[in-house]
């Protein structure tokens, strides 16, 4: 079993910077990716990024070159966002991946506006 809690959310002006961060625990010697998602009212959960403990990093689209997910072994997963624009408000949610399944974060809200 992996607990995951998220912080770092809040307001910012377009432009701005925020640094979502993610604390695992309980079994994350299992765990073999991680990852934040986003998920905006009415709409399905999309990916923003992924990576593995090696390095291996995955993003969207829309957000690269401006969002840098990295993390510390997997007991902490962090997500620096920078020149945030209004259409990435929302929802980020922090996941694991294990042999077993996924584990999800309670979410954390993301608002950008001037």
């Known amino acids: 079993q992996v607990s995951l809690v998220e912080s770092g959310g809040g307001l910012v002006q377009p432009g701005g910077s925020l640094r979502l961060s993610c604390a695992a625990s309980g079994n994350i010697f299992s765990i073999l990716s991680m990852a934040w998602y986003r998920q905006a009212p009415g709409k399905q959960r999309e990916l923003v990024a992924s990576t593995t403990n090696d390095g291996e990093t995955n993003y969207k689209e829309s957000v690269r070159g401006r969002f840098t997910i990295s993390t510390d072994n997997y007991r902490f997963l962090f997500l620096q966002m920078d020149n945030l624009q209004p259409g990435d408000k929302t929802i980020y949610y922090c996941?694991?991946?294990?042999?077993?399944?996924?584990?999800w974060g309670q979410g954390t809200q993301v608002t950008v506006s001037s």
């Open positions: 996941s694991a991946r294990s042999p077993i399944g996924s584990y």
